[in-house]
């Protein structure tokens, strides 16, 4: 099973700051993985695939970068909206896909 | 728009069944693999179980394989997740999402329904 660890667990900033959330697999998984961002409330929506490609209607804010087994997810200047749980998600070993245990990203 | 609407979730005995209904529209159904994944509230993100647009081929989490049945019908544009044998552990928001891919097998969720929320306890 491949194992999934996000960093930090919770992130405190501001609005207008830059956030970088990480995501680190116990054993590669090429480029195939994903971040989503989940709101109190509401499920899932997905920002990234393949580890740095924009969903439909996500905002170029956010962007993805990393392969093989450390990967990263940039906010480049947070918005009120952007504070919300954020979890990573691979696909390299389907169909045993597996998420992280999600950063927390809130106001400082 | 695509709407996923999931339905079902109720309050059950362990070693109870339930079946769980997801009604899609806006795209496409015949097109797309869809999922379930569950959430323990509060808690992290858990792949569940995968049909294939044609309904030929299922996949399951080990958690929930041998109880679990994931089946569609293409002609109502609906989802039905079949439960079985459930166990507390299986407490859960449930949400039926969309693959990203038409005509494949991407495992990555590009649409989500709000969730429905199933129960077991005595």
């Known amino acids: 099973e491949i194992v999934l660890t996000q960093s930090p667990a919770t992130l405190s900033l501001s609005p207008g700051e830059r956030a970088t959330l990480s995501c680190r697999a116990s054993?590669?998984?090429?480029?195939?993985l994903a971040w989503y961002q989940q709101k109190p409330g509401q499920a899932p929506r997905l920002l990234i695939y393949d580890a740095s490609y924009r969903a439909t209607g996500i905002p170029a804010r956010f962007s993805g970068s990393g392969s093989g087994t450390d990967f990263t997810l940039t906010i480049s200047s947070l918005e009120p909206e952007d504070f919300a749980v954020y979890y990573c998600q691979q696909r390299s070993n389907w169909p045993r896909d597996t998420f992280g245990q999600g950063t927390k990203l809130e106001i400082k | 728009e695509v709407q996923l609407v999931e339905s079902g979730g109720v309050v059950v005995q362990p070693g109870g069944s339930l079946r769980l209904s997801c009604a899609a529209s806006g795209f496409t159904f015949d097109d797309y693999t869809m999922h379930w994944v569950r959430q323990v509230p509060g808690k992290g993100l858990e792949w569940v179980s995968l049909?294939?647009?044609?309904?030929?081929?299922?996949k399951y989490a080990d958690s929930v394989k041998g109880r679990f049945t994931l089946s569609r019908d293409n002609s109502k544009n609906s989802l039905y997740l079949q439960m079985n044998s459930l166990r507390i552990e299986d407490t859960a928001f449930y949400y039926c999402?969309?693959?990203?891919?038409?005509?494949?097998?991407?495992?990555?969720?590009?649409?989500w329904g709000q969730g429905t929320l199933v129960t077991v306890s005595s």
């Open positions: 054993q590669s998984v090429g480029s195939y």
């Open positions: 049909i294939t647009w044609d309904g030929r081929n299922t």
């Open positions: 999402a969309k693959d990203l891919a038409r005509l494949e097998v991407a495992t990555y969720f590009d649409h």
